[in-house]
C-alpha cells in the first residue's frame, strides 16, 4: 500500500523567514495530495491541496510543489509568522483501484507530521 | 454551516471495557471517513463508509467496527479497550461519493479516548 515520509520532524525558524517540508509518496498513481495544519489541541484544517496533474500551487504566502516523477511533494511558506507554528502533516490519496467495487476510496494516508515553530 | 460535530469529546475507560464514538458530518456529506491519532502513529485510517456502507478498511483489529446510518451519522465502537487504544480518534466527512476527483475531507474536533 501507499507510504507517506515526511521529513523533518521538527523545524524552527525565525519569523519573516521561509519554512520548507517534504514528502515522498511511494505509489504513483497516487492523485492527491493535502496538507493539513493542526494547532495544539485542535482539529487539523486543510491549507492547500494539489492535484497530481499540476506541478506547483500557491495561496498566498503558501506554496506546494509536486515531482511526480520523483514522488515527493512540498510545502512552502515564505514571510512566516508566529500564528504558522503548529504541526503540519501531508497525506496522499491512494488510488481508486485499491477498492475493489466502483468508485473509489477517500483514505488519506498521512506522514508523520512536522512540527513548525516561528520564533518571534 | 454548521462543521463535522464528534461526541463526546473526552473519554475515559478502562482496559477490558466497550466504547461507542459518534460522528455527525457536515451537512449533505454522505462519506465519513476515521482516523486515529496518536504521538507514535501519527493518523492512520481506520474505515470510511458512504450510503451506509463501509468502503474502506484500515489495518486494525476486528475490535474496532463502525457504521453508518441513513442520515449519514456514523459511530465508531471499540470492543475489549486495550492500554495502546488510548488516542484521538478523528472523522472526517466529504461532499461526494468516494474515490471522486479532490474530494476534500472536513475534520471534526476528534474524541480524546483515554484506557486505565
Known amino acids: 500500500g501507499e507510504n507517506v515520509e515526511q521529513h523533518p520532524s521538527t523545524l524552527s525558524v525565525q519569523e519573516g523567514d521561509s519554512a520548507v517540508i517534504k514528502c515522498t509518496y511511494s505509489d504513483s498513481a497516487s492523485n492527491y495530495f493535502p496538507w493539513y495544519k493542526q494547532e495544539l489541541g485542535k482539529r487539523p484544517q486543510l491549507i492547500i491541496d494539489?492535484?497530481?496533474?499540476?506541478g506547483e500551487k500557491k495561496d498566498q504566502r503558501i506554496a506546494v510543489t509536486l515531482n511526480k516523477t520523483a514522488k515527493h511533494f512540498s510545502l512552502h511558506i515564505t514571510e512566516t509568522q508566529p500564528e504558522d507554528s503548529a504541526v503540519y502533516f501531508c497525506?496522499?490519496?491512494?488510488?481508486?483501484?485499491?477498492?475493489?467495487?466502483?468508485?473509489?476510496?477517500?483514505?488519506?494516508?498521512f506522514g508523520k507530521g512536522t512540527k513548525l515553530t516561528v520564533n518571534p | 454551516k454548521a462543521g463535522v460535530t464528534q461526541t463526546p469529546r473526552y473519554l475515559i475507560k478502562t482496559r477490558g471495557q466497550q466504547v461507542t464514538l459518534s460522528c455527525s458530518p457536515i451537512s449533505g456529506h454522505r462519506s465519513v471517513s476515521w482516523y486515529q491519532q496518536t504521538p507514535g502513529q501519527g493518523l492512520q485510517f481506520l474505515f470510511e463508509y458512504f450510503s451506509e456502507t463501509q468502503r474502506n478498511k484500515g489495518n486494525f483489529p476486528g475490535r474496532f467496527s463502525g457504521r453508518q446510518f441513513s442520515n449519514s451519522r456514523s459511530e465508531m465502537n471499540v470492543s475489549t479497550l486495550e492500554l495502546g487504544d488510548s488516542a484521538l480518534y478523528l472523522c472526517?466527512?466529504?461532499?461526494?461519493?468516494?474515490?471522486?476527483?479532490?474530494?476534500?475531507?472536513?475534520f471534526g474536533p476528534g474524541t480524546r479516548l483515554t484506557v486505565l
Open positions: 472526517a466527512s466529504s461532499l461526494r461519493p468516494p474515490g471522486l476527483a479532490f474530494n476534500e475531507q472536513f
Open positions: 494539489i492535484r497530481s496533474n499540476v
Open positions: 497525506a496522499a490519496r491512494g488510488p481508486p483501484r485499491e477498492y475493489k467495487e466502483e468508485g473509489g476510496s477517500e483514505k488519506l494516508v
